[in-house]
Nanobody, 117 residues
């Protein structure tokens, strides 16, 4: 059974940085892209970034709002997905969710990121 557990959320000031991690338990395949989504208060959940599954090749994709500030990466042997966030803005405040396989796939419980001005 697939299990995703996020860590690394917290509160920072504008311009700060945070690194989120997501430990993945379970078997994945190369059709299972790894990604991060976020949901701000009162808003729909939105895509942040995604890349190919562990040990797989392919393109990395970012939402326009985070490109050049956020970096998604993975540790293949440890089955961990990361999201390095820099130059954080109040608009980045949200619950961040780890995802495997897109919106109809598997989800973590989320980790809160709060950016104050």
């Amino acid at each position: 059974q697939m299990q995703l557990v996020e860590n690394g959320g917290g509160s920072v000031q504008t311009g700060g940085s945070l690194k989120l991690s997501c430990a993945v338990t379970g078997r994945t395949t190369c059709t299972d892209r790894l990604g991060w989504y976020r949901q701000a208060p009162g808003k729909e959940r939105e895509f942040v970034a995604a890349l190919p599954g562990f040990w797989c090749s392919g393109a990395t994709v970012y939402a326009d709002s985070v490109r050049d500030r956020f970096t998604i990466s993975r540790a293949h042997a440890e089955n961990i997905l990361y999201l390095q966030m820099t130059i954080l803005k109040p608009a980045d405040t949200a619950i961040y969710y780890c995802n495997i396989g897109g919106p109809s796939g598997y989800w973590g419980r989320g980790t809160q990121v709060t950016v104050s001005s």
